[in-house]
């Protein structure tokens, strides 16, 4: 594809872009702490999807892109290539993880119990109108729980092999700076297991529901039951290079473990920065449906990989909007060439007729 490059124009390109901001207005300190405090799951999105965990610079982004998910991530994920890379943080594993909330929709009576957490699930969607008319809407505290759970859980899919319900788990022994990052390394399939799930974990939350959806709903062949779903804050322990370990802090992680009941129990996993739960479940599906033997178009990791990827499918359906100039014309001067050709070659046989009768 061509593209051609323009010049002049300069005041209106400039005057475009001081309309496009006049609507934010000033934008301050003030503000990104409100979007941050107001828009937890959606600043939460954002920095899954740039992979970059930053929630201040996560919410400066939404509010310098007047909301435009997209723009956003793509200005996060550029500031985060000009960051250095200081050093590799201790691999994190399920029972370190500080949990908020743990469900399964598989079994009742799981270890450490289910806990609901912050969740609308059972909840009924109404529209608080009253606001609009200065009626504020402040919600009810939280009552204290009378036997808090534990602040750590054991691992749901562990117990399973105890149990000999399924052939495995998803352990990898691998060290942090050996792990492959696909932020450095291309995406080569067939896929590392690595690099798919660094894929589906900052892939585009709409991209992997639709084609969850639609592997759950027949085009594939998994209908998958939720093994564990966890929102939790994963401890990020660093190394010093004196070698000592110290805490760098929590960040917000979510985690889905989806179950087939194909065959035999074979496990779907995802996790992401950030709280997304329908993003985790649907990825969660897709990773299983991308490792059966004949998965769908639909399923495959090529298709979901790459159709998933919010900055590069945005930015190639956007970049349609750019000046085409030449290469339009250039299929119009075809069209015109064909038509002419076709109409002299109609003539040249018309007059053959003539002649000949």
Not at 38 to 56: F, H, K, N, Q, T
Not at 60 to 72: I, S, T, V, Y
Not at 285 to 294: F, V, W, Y
């Amino acid at each position: 594809m061509a593209y051609v490059a323009t010049r002049g124009g300069e005041h209106a390109i400039e005057q475009a872009e001081r309309l496009f901001r006049s609507d934010f207005g000033t934008i301050d300190q003030e503000r990104v702490a409100q979007i941050r405090s107001s828009l937890p799951y959606l600043v939460d999105r954002i920095m899954g999807e740039a992979s970059l965990y930053e929630p201040d610079l996560a919410a400066l982004a939404l509010a310098q892109a007047g909301g435009d998910l997209f723009e956003a991530i793509l200005l996060l994920r550029a500031y985060r290539t000009t960051q250095p890379r200081v050093g590799y943080a201790k691999v994190v594993t399920q029972p370190d993880l500080f949990t908020v909330r743990r469900i399964s929709a598989a079994f009742k009576d799981i270890p450490g119990g289910q806990i609901l957490g912050p969740t609308l699930d059972y909840s009924h969607r109404l529209l608080r109108v009253g606001v609009l008319t200065g009626e504020d809407f402040t919600p009810e505290p939280v009552t204290a729980a009378e036997n808090p759970a534990p602040a750590t859980q054991p691992s749901l899919a562990a117990w399973q092999k105890e149990q000999g319900l399924i052939a495995g788990t998803f352990a990898d022994t691998t060290a942090s700076e050996d792990i492959p990052d696909l932020t450095r390394q291309p995406l080569l399939f067939p896929v590392p297991r690595a690099h798919k799930l660094q894929s589906l974990a900052r892939a585009d939350t709409g991209g992997t529901l639709a084609l969850g959806y639609a592997s759950m709903r027949g085009y594939g062949d998994i209908h998958p039951t939720v093994n564990e779903l966890r929102l939790a804050e994963a401890p990020v322990v660093l190394r010093h290079p004196r070698g000592t370990e110290f805490s760098a802090g929590r960040v917000r992680v979510s985690q889905a473990e989806v179950i087939s009941k194909s065959k035999n129990l074979e496990l779907g996993f995802s996790a992401t920065l950030g709280w997304n739960e329908v993003k985790v479940i649907a990825s969660a599906t897709l990773d299983r449906a991308s490792s059966q033997a004949n998965p769908h178009a639909a399923s495959t990791e090529e298709f979901v990989l790459y159709h998933t990827e919010p900055v590069e499918s945005s930015g190639f359906c956007i970049h349609f909007k750019l000046p085409h100039y030449v290469t339009f014309q250039s299929s119009l001067d075809a069209i015109r060439r064909v038509k002419a050709d076709t109409e002299a070659v109609s003539r040249q046989s018309t007059t053959s007729e003539e002649v000949a009768s």
